[in-house]
């Protein structure tokens, strides 16, 4: 199964400590090592970077362990594939655009006998 990070702060907090070691179970420190992902907003904007490299060993993820930034809310998931491939794809965290606000979010386990359309 994949794992998750949030945080959710009542004023502009640093997350790279948290986030140091959790991507340090990409692939360093536990098996995760199916891609990675993360996001975080910046007022109503939403940053959002993935790699489907182990976030352990990513340049993206090393970019985000050493740059300073503050922030209210922050999800992060590191993957453990146990159903579809390893690519960007399946990475999360998902991010949509709907009624004017930008969402993300991830989940963990498969989503069985999914059925889509409206």
């Known amino acids: 199964m994949c794992q998750l990070l949030g945080m959710n702060s009542a004023t502009p907090a640093d997350f790279r400590s ?9 692939g360093e420190t536990d098996k995760h090592v199916d891609g990675w992902g993360l996001a975080f907003y910046e007022g109503r904007g939403l940053r959002t970077f993935l790699d489907s490299l182990p976030a352990a060993r990513s340049p993206i993820s090393e970019l985000l362990r050493r740059y300073p930034v503050k922030t209210r809310n922050m999800i992060s998931h590191i993957r453990y594939a146990t159903a ?35």
Request: charged share 20%.
């Open 18 to 26: 948290s986030f140091s070691d959790f991507a340090a179970r990409g």
């Open 84 to 118: 579809g491939g390893v690519s960007l794809e399946n990475v999360h965290p998902f991010t949509r655009e709907m009624w004017g606000i930008q969402w993300c979010f991830a989940h963990n386990g498969d989503t069985h006998k999914f059925k889509g359309g409206s």
